[in-house]
């Protein structure tokens, strides 16, 4: 089973923001001296392989603008920062409503079980 | 009991598992493995996926093939290839149920799921069961490659799976919760198996659910990319829409079954709601906004957008491209990505619309690759 649109939406964001978490990580623990060497490795690919994302990401938006802008339709500048801008607050946004529901609902497991505990 | 693993437990687990990977004896774990393939009129490919698994580096104990009460040959070709053929009184209707039915004959510590389309590189088992050495993984899979690529169905499948087993599948393994241990190859700790009841038969997505519940339950999963195999995958749009149809409500059903438990997993209730923000709204935007924005605007141009995300597929893939030296099939397999996709939008809200909506989940498994 495969899920979801690979590649689209805020799910291309996100993995990459977790390729950059995933990078400081191993930089913290390099530094702890508990790094692994598969983890590195790997982490450092992914890490290779975001940078060269946002590199062509850049070349295609140059290129896009460069086409829109002989175009004389509207400013690509704006539309590509305020794209951006869009998926972001929309990737904090759904990140953000899972994670307070997941701690909302952990709160409350907590408190039923101590309720439990102290009726019985 | 739910237990929630933190990256950085997990990274230690990691650890473990990297120190010892290296003093593995990896035919012993191989000794105790029972290899299941559930086949259902599967006479075409089921001999080659016999074959490859005998042809292993280290080759299971068993190989247990379900002949789902075919109305083929598909019994006595997996026998002349050497499986043992285990056959139910009738149609278990679902690949899980074929599965459950061979699971109680299971001795082993270890239970492998293959479909009967699939076959695996020489040293897939090889690669994969290391990753079983830590006793806290009840399940580990492995990297998925269409066998044929040539219609363009197939080859956006090659290229969503280039992608995502690259790029996505490695993360999430870094954050210990793989999304989904993929039903046509994986490899599963059997006492937890059997505690879970074996494959569910309750939702359209088997693998998922089975996944999803180990999460919830603290167990470990894992991807392994050195483990690769090669499915027959769908190729022409009356079979790619049996298995859309099928993935598209399996994911639904199970976050409707599981959204609670899933919810309280650190990681994997984010990788879900991404997921599923993308399905709906992606596929909205794919389907009606992006062409609406284009009229109204007036502009050509805005269908641009289609494209926009196209280096960040295309980067992780041509890295696993050059590598297995087919840079010029990724390539020209491009165009299908977005056929592909198309569908799967479309697809993906037929199945929000009947189960939200229609209060119709799709309950009959229709077999399509």
Request: charged share 15%; net charge positive.
């Amino acid at each position: 089973v495969n899920v979801g649109l690979p590649g689209t939406g805020i799910g291309a964001l996100f993995y990459a923001l977790s390729v950059l978490i995933m990078l400081s990580i191993e930089v913290g623990r390099l530094a702890l001296g508990r790094s692994s060497s598969i983890r590195l490795r790997l982490s450092l690919r992914l890490g290779a392989m975001l940078s060269g994302v946002v590199l062509s990401l850049v070349l295609v938006d140059r290129l896009l603008a460069a086409i829109v802008a002989a175009s004389g339709a509207y400013s690509t500048a704006y539309v590509a920062s305020n794209g951006l801008i869009i998926v972001l607050a929309t990737l904090v946004s759904v990140v953000g409503a899972a994670n307070i529901a997941g701690v909302v609902m952990a709160a409350r497991d907590h408190r039923r079980s101590r309720v439990a505990e102290a009726e019985g | 009991m739910a237990v929630t693993l933190s990256p950085v437990s997990r990274s230690l687990r990691h650890r473990v598992h990297d120190a010892t990977t290296a003093h593995v004896d990896i035919s012993r774990l191989a000794d105790d493995l029972t290899v299941l393939v559930p086949a259902y009129n599967e006479a075409d490919s089921v001999a080659d996926t016999v074959r490859s698994l005998l042809n292993q580096t280290c080759p299971p104990k068993t190989i247990v093939v379900i002949d789902d009460f075919s109305s083929d040959d598909t019994g006595n070709i997996a026998r002349a290839a050497g499986a043992t053929v285990l056959r139910p009184p009738h149609n278990t209707g679902t690949k899980a149920g074929a599965q459950n039915f061979a699971l109680g004959h299971v001795t082993t510590s270890l239970t492998m799921a293959i479909d009967a389309d699939t076959v695996l590189a020489p040293d897939a088992i090889e690669k994969l069961l290391p990753a079983m050495m830590d006793e806290g993984t009840a399940a580990a899979c492995g990297f998925i490659l269409p066998r044929h690529v040539r219609t363009v169905w197939e080859r956006g499948r090659y290229m969503e799976y280039m992608f995502a087993f690259t790029f996505y599948k490695p993360t999430q393994d870094y954050f210990g919760k793989v999304l989904i241990s993929s039903g046509c190859f994986s490899v599963y700790r059997t006492r937890e198996l059997k505690r879970q009841g074996g494959w569910s038969t309750r939702t359209m997505a088997e693998d998922m659910d089975l996944t999803w519940s180990y999460h919830s339950q603290g167990y470990g999963v894992r991807f392994i990319p050195e483990a690769v195999c090669y499915p027959i995958e769908p190729h022409n749009f009356h079979f790619m829409s049996k298995q859309l149809r099928r993935w598209s409500h399996g994911f639904v059903q199970n976050v409707q079954l599981h959204w609670r438990s899933v919810l309280k997993v650190p990681y994997l209730r984010t990788l879900v709601a991404v997921a599923l923000w993308d399905s709906f709204f992606g596929a909205f935007a794919y389907l009606l906004l992006i062409p609406l924005a284009a009229i109204l605007l007036k502009n050509p141009l805005v269908l641009l957008t289609y494209f926009i995300d196209l280096p960040a597929i295309l980067i992780p893939t041509l890295v696993t491209a050059v590598k297995r030296r087919e840079v010029a099939l990724t390539l020209t397999s491009v165009p299908s990505l977005f056929v592909l996709r198309y569908a799967n939008c479309l697809f993906f809200l037929e199945a929000v619309w009947s189960n939200f909506v229609l209060r119709r989940p799709l309950r009959v498994y229709e077999k399509g690759h």
